[in-house]
């Protein structure tokens, strides 16, 4: 009975435990100091460089390449032009943990909120898409590999929590992580837009990368939704599991 008391407690200590420190490798920073939100810039740089091949224990995925089986986006309503439904498979997302955090704000009191602003020189994403739609008077209907390609990349985040109480701890959980995305440059080249007319399809693509802010301005809303959704949901895994603070230290 007593062993069996014993271990137990041993058992939940280490279950506890094991959900209560940050994955190994991250660094925290102290509310309290002067220079808080330059170190948080520093210490989420390199957080994800650590958590670049994932992280088993926390259940996050391998983040660069960071990979996505299925995304979907439509381009924003009212424009007649320029409307185009697309889908990507198998995409290989590359660049993410080269971001240079520029600066970082943060909010604690009542609710949580967390900003930052970064820079990434070069960000891919490679995969199969589908599109149908309409870009000027061309009725699109392609399928293929594609390859957008971002350069100098400024990156904004805003993520808002909710503090919520777990065994005495109180942890954060983000409802939501708006992404914005302003490239320098895009390029753009999607494999057979129009099925069977290569002529055509090439034709288009050079008209994409002319018009590359015309068409990021469309294709980028999408994007940036799928991936305010997907790293959300990453960094709740550390936010719900780690009390709030042991992460940002008080
Ligand atoms: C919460 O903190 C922010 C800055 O961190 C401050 O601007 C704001 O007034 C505070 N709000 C409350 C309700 O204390
Ligand atoms: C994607 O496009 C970029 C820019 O044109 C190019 O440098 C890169 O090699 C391409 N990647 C693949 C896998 O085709």
């Known amino acids: 009975m007593r062993i069996f008391f014993v271990s137990s407690v041993i058992l939940c200590i280490v279950l506890s435990t094991h959900s209560i420190s940050l994955p190994t ?11 808080f939100n330059k170190c948080l810039s520093k210490a989420i740089e390199n957080s994800l460089k650590t ?22 986006s439509t381009t924003p309503d009212g424009n007649e032009n320029f409307f185009l439904r697309s889908s990507l498979r198998n995409t290989i997302i590359t660049g993410l943990t080269q971001i240079k955090v520029l600066r970082t704000a943060t909010k604690f009191n009542k609710s949580f909120g967390l900003k930052l602003e970064g820079k990434i020189d070069r960000f891919s994403i490679i995969g199969d898409y589908t599109m149908n739609g309409k870009v000027l008077l ?14 100098d990349v400024i990156v904004v985040a805003d993520g808002r929590g909710k503090y919520f109480e777990k065994n005495q701890n109180t942890f954060v959980e983000l409802h939501s992580l708006t992404i914005k995305l302003k490239p320098k440059h895009v390029s753009y080249n999607f494999e057979n837009l129009f099925k069977n007319n290569k002529e055509l399809s090439r034709t288009l693509n050079d008209f994409m990368n ?8 469309n294709l980028i809303p999408g994007y940036e939704e799928n991936f305010g959704r997907l790293f959300m949901k990453i960094a709740n895994k550390i936010f719900t599991n780690v009390p709030t603070n042991e992460i940002f230290r008080e």
């Open 25 to 35: 490798g991250l660094t925290t920073c102290k509310r309290s100091d002067a220079d």
């Open 51 to 72: 958590l670049r091949d994932g992280n088993k224990e926390f259940g996050i995925p391998v983040i660069d390449p960071f990979f996505i089986d299925y995304s979907e």
């Open 138 to 151: 061309l009725a699109i209907n392609g399928e293929g590999k594609c390859n957008v390609t971002m350069n």
């Open 210 to 217: 002319e018009q590359w802010e015309l068409v990021t301005e």
